[in-house]
């Protein structure tokens, strides 16, 4: 027996067949035409069972780019399932009505909802729905499942999750309706109910599968817990073809994509309260990364389908991978959040911080697959992510690639920043690279720093410098670029790297004050060491939030934020600090007169770093040409400088 034939075993979803376990619940991407057809299709040459497009509107009143209320979506979801079906991954899609979760732009549609109650994510007291707005928005949804049926879909996935209309039906927290939709759980139910059997009517007869996706938690104060969840997903057993658990709402979004922060399967709790008994397969989703982890949940019994959205924006190939018995090949995803959901918050398209590739799939190739007419030899300065990523594409395509690094690990500041408490997960790309380069032959030195001659003399085809960067030690803060900051060099002031094994260890004692000029995750990774070590502490920052310049922090730092809050610790936005002192710390607004004065027995510096440009700019008078990537061009981001390594390593 094979390690994961209980996982490669097909599932029947009622009258769809899928040919293994691994699936990949719906999620938006910012994707449209040609890149989302190439983003699911490389999922489904990479082996996966089954894909769900994302929550796509079934009515006016419900914002999206492919409107299922109007025939006009046909031609490109006739496309897409005819591109997918040549794959063998069966395809879904998500029917869904935003209710009052929808953004407020200008010119949208109004709001509809069960009750005059507002989602976090639009702040618009939304209209509580007539009897003729429900019939009408049940008859859209039937009609939409007919579409996708005619277009040669396999089936729908109705979305009654993470606080959307169907969701704020069945919620008693948003729930206040007083007539047969609101109160008893059997009237909150009665919308979702004539949902499912409108379509289910509408495409009875064929080889049409209608699933449901319920909350298994929501996180909104008085709302649905799994109990309650376990009575509905029981009283819609015999009319779902599948059940799809997930958790959360914009009340709570983190715990919609739940980070790093979060253990792995953090959702399985939850769920063993609703699977048992339930005839109609189970899909699960929440930070399920590995085929052992999958393979345990369906060998238990506790869950039919797996999905594994993030692992498999990571690595589209995991599926075949693991059938070639080639688990070590698959690149890890690392759970920050800050290239997926992150960057489509943000930038409104999806990325991801490990896969260069991710949404990119109509341009590129997961790995290059052009080989090199003339391999040259390159040698690389550094061994931090851009390095090591820069180090494996051009190895991949025939270069003879020599990499140098000068501490006695690889990582660079990611393996700085795996070492803090709730961060292990970002080692696992560093360490999924290095075992890379050992498969392809590069050599690779440790303590190993380097100076122009050495280079000079290796006579490199190429030079790639990834040398990153280190802690200022000047006391500069942005907000007073001209000065440096009083008492910056007393001995209880330290910056962060001091704290993961690089600098003099810190005498902890408090209270302590983080000040964090950046607005990245160094100053959270510092106070959670201060907290664990039993010190009171207090972040200052210019920013007026924590983690303000991380890619979307509620999805980012919202499980960070709220383990910082329930410790002794306090949060002091849109200061700087004025001064140090040798038990104190003085802070203000500035362009104001405001100032205050804390207690601080330590002092930590969260600020900007020095690029490491010493040996660029020493090879530029020696007339030797390299090339930069990754933080030493100023950079402070894992996902700029896996990406640029990848991108300079497909070009050279």
Not at 387 to 405: D, K, P
Not at 537 to 554: E, K
Request: with cysteine; aromatic share 6%; hydrophobic share 45%.
């Amino acid at each position: 027996m094979g390690l994961y034939d209980q996982l490669f075993e097909p599932v029947q979803v009622g009258p769809v067949t899928i040919r293994n376990r691994i699936v990949r619940s719906p999620h938006s991407t910012g994707l449209g035409g040609e890149p989302l057809i190439a983003y699911h299709e490389a999922r489904g040459r990479g082996g996966v069972g089954m894909s769900t497009i994302e929550a796509t509107s079934v009515h006016p009143t419900a914002p999206g780019p492919l409107p299922l209320w109007d025939d006009s979506c046909l031609p490109f979801l006739t496309e897409l399932s005819s591109r997918i079906r040549a794959t063998g991954m069966k395809l879904f899609i998500q029917l869904y009505h935003p209710g009052a979760g929808h953004a407020a732009a200008a010119g949208s549609p109004e709001h509809w909802s069960a009750s005059a109650v507002p989602n976090p994510m639009a702040g618009i007291v939304p209209i509580a729905m007539t009897q003729a707005m429900i019939d009408d928005v049940v008859a859209h949804f039937a009609a939409a499942a007919r579409r996708c049926r005619d277009a040669g879909l396999d089936g729908v996935d109705i979305h009654a999750s993470s606080g959307y209309l169907i969701h704020e039906f069945l919620s008693p927290a948003l729930n206040k309706r007083q007539d047969s939709y609101g109160g008893t759980l059997e009237n909150r139910m009665r919308f979702l109910r004539a949902v499912l059997a409108a379509v289910r009517a509408e495409v009875a007869g064929g080889d049409f599968a209608v699933g449901v996706r319920l909350p298994n938690e929501d996180h909104v104060p008085g709302g649905i817990t799994a109990a309650e969840s376990a009575k509905i997903a029981a009283a819609i057993d015999d009319e779902a073809d599948y059940v799809s658990l997930h958790m959360g709402a914009y009340w709570r979004f983190h715990k919609l994509i739940a980070p790093a922060d979060d253990p792995l399967g953090v959702e399985m709790a939850a769920n063993q309260v609703i699977a048992p008994g339930l005839q109609s397969p189970v899909m699960v989703v929440g930070r399920i990364m590995t085929l052992d982890h999958a393979q345990h949940i369906v060998a238990s019994g506790a869950a039919q389908m797996v999905s594994m959205v993030r692992a498999l924006i990571a690595d589209p190939n995991l599926v075949n991978k693991a059938r070639r018995r080639e688990e070590a090949r698959i690149r890890p995803c690392i759970g920050s959040n800050m290239g997926c959901v992150g960057q489509l918050m943000t930038h409104g398209r999806m990325s991801c911080v490990v896969n260069h590739t991710a949404a990119k799939e109509d341009q590129l190739s997961f790995d290059p697959e052009d080989r090199v007419a003339q391999p040259k030899r390159i040698f690389v300065v550094g061994g931090g992510p851009a390095g090591l990523e820069f180090a494996r594409t051009a190895a991949l395509r025939g270069h003879e690639v020599e990499l140098h690094e000068a501490a006695q690990r690889l990582g660079g500041q990611v393996a700085i920043a795996a070492s803090a408490p709730h961060r292990a997960d970002l080692g696992a790309i560093v360490s999924w690279l290095a075992d890379e380069l050992d498969v392809l032959g590069v050599r690779v030195h440790l303590n190993s720093p380097i100076e122009v001659a050495q280079i000079r003399n290796r006579n490199a085809d190429e030079v790639v410098l990834a040398t990153g960067t280190t802690p200022r030690t000047d006391g500069f803060q942005l907000s007073t670029p001209a000065v440096p900051i009083a008492g910056f060099d007393l001995p209880h002031v330290h910056s962060s790297w001091d704290f993961f094994g690089l600098g003099a260890p810190p005498r902890l004692v408090g209270p302590a004050v983080v000040y964090d000029d950046t607005g990245s995750f160094e100053a959270i990774s510092v106070a959670d060491v201060l907290l664990q070590a039993g010190l009171s502490v207090t972040m200052v920052s210019r920013h007026d939030g924590i983690g303000a310049a991380l890619p979307y922090p509620p999805v980012t730092v919202g499980a960070a934020k709220e383990r910082l809050y329930s410790g002794d610790f306090d949060f002091i936005g849109g200061h700087y600090l004025r001064a140090i002192g040798e038990d104190s710390v003085e802070v203000g607004v500035l362009f104001t007169d405001r100032v205050r004065h804390l207690d601080a027995a330590l002092v930590v510096l969260v600020g900007y770093n020095e690029p490491n440009r010493e040996l660029a700019e020493g090879l530029a008078e020696a007339g030797v040409g390299c090339h930069l990537i990754g933080d030493v061009r100023g950079r402070n981001s894992i996902l700029s400088a896996i990406h640029a390594g990848a991108a300079l390593g497909r070009t050279i």
